[in-house]
């Protein structure tokens, strides 16, 4: 048995759907577009149930992983919410899609749903069992309520973001300018994908974050607050 980081996802609200095959569709595609950004120890696909399930080497790839998936699936109009867990799992039919298996890693992963199903947790969206639980949770939680107040248009440049794209990038395949993209990156958007790239951060990697950063605030302050504001959320 492997010790891994596991997710379990659950589409919400999918009973009330008005196109659950669309759904079902955006799933699909969402997922595989994931897989190509965030490569997992197992794949990360959907299952049974409205559920979606993968595996991760490391706890900041199982987190990133899940809110790719989140952006992805919300410009769909739905969303997921995540269990994410800790611990061996084995595979008994390795050939079978979705995987026959079982372990910690997924009693775990299962446990962090079953607490996103408690009423006073229903607004909530990623929960984790496991090592270092307190860090990791508190750090979803910051994470999902600055995801749930940015804008569409912002929830499309993090999704680039997190994905690796600079804000000079994400700036052109959006076609804004680089002052409205640095204006949200200054109201949320830069703090999520600093907070991304941090969870599972080697020495150095906050100082590119931070040299990625203000490069663009400068740029954005430089050619003024209301037009990059306008520009950000009216495009």
């Known amino acids: ?34 897989s190509a950004i965030v490569p997992g120890v197992q794949p990360f696909e959907a299952t049974v149930g409205d559920e979606v399930q993968g595996a991760f080497a490391t706890i900041g790839d199982a987190t990133r992983a899940g809110l790719l998936a989140r952006l992805g699936l919300l410009a769909h109009g739905v969303d997921l919410r995540c269990g994410y867990g800790h611990g061996e799992v084995t595979v008994h039919e390795a050939d079978r899609r979705p995987l026959l298996q079982d372990g910690p890693g997924w009693w775990s992963a299962r446990e ?33 309520a600055l995801v749930d107040r940015l804008t569409d248009r912002h929830r499309e440049m993090l999704a680039l973001a997190v994905a690796g794209r600079t804000q000079a990038e994400v700036a052109d395949a959006l076609g804004l300018s680089r002052s409205a993209v640095s204006q949200a990156f200054a109201r949320g958007v830069g703090a999520v994908r600093e907070a991304v790239l941090l ?11 931070d040299e990625d950063v203000d490069e663009g605030m400068d740029e954005g302050v430089d050619e003024g607050v209301d037009e990059g504001v306008d520009e950000g959320e009216g495009a």
């Open 1 to 34: 048995m492997t010790a891994v980081y596991t997710v379990i996802g659950d589409l919400v609200g999918s009973r009330e759907l008005p196109d659950r095959a669309a759904a079902q569709k955006a799933v699909g595609e969402v997922l595989a577009d994931v």
């Open 112 to 144: 962090a749903v079953d607490v996103l199903g408690q009423p006073r947790r229903s607004g909530q969206r990623s929960w984790y069992v496991g090592p270092d639980a307190g860090r990791v949770v508190g750090y979803l939680l910051v994470r999902d």
């Open 199 to 209: 969870l599972d951060a080697e020495p150095g990697v906050d100082e590119v974050v």
